[in-house]
């Protein structure tokens, strides 16, 4: 029931972002939308780069955290070796 009314309010959300952006974009100047034009792609660009870092860092920390332990650490210091379980 959660899920469908925040589909739908997001759903409304985009709508009307949607609605206001074409008044905000024709009261700019045409040299200033040609720069928006250009520096949005690479902008872009680097934000799915910066995702895509942050998801692969944050799978090899867990793919790690879930790995089975080799060596622990006792409470005196010393390193045993123990079978992976």
Do not use: K
């Not at 985009?14 to 250009?38: A, H, K, N, T």
């Not at 799915?48 to 060596?71: E, K």
């Amino acid at each position: 029931m959660w899920e469908t009314a925040v589909f739908v309010l997001n759903v409304l959300a985009f709508v009307m972002i949607g609605m206001q952006c074409r008044p905000i974009w024709e009261r700019l100047d045409e040299s200033l939308r040609l720069q928006y034009c250009l520096v949005a792609p690479p902008a872009r660009r680097g934000h799915a780069h910066a995702h895509c870092w942050v998801m692969s860092y944050n799978t090899g920390i867990t793919a790690l955290d879930r790995a089975p332990r080799l060596f622990i650490r006792p409470a005196d210091g010393r390193a045993t070796v123990q079978a992976a379980s």
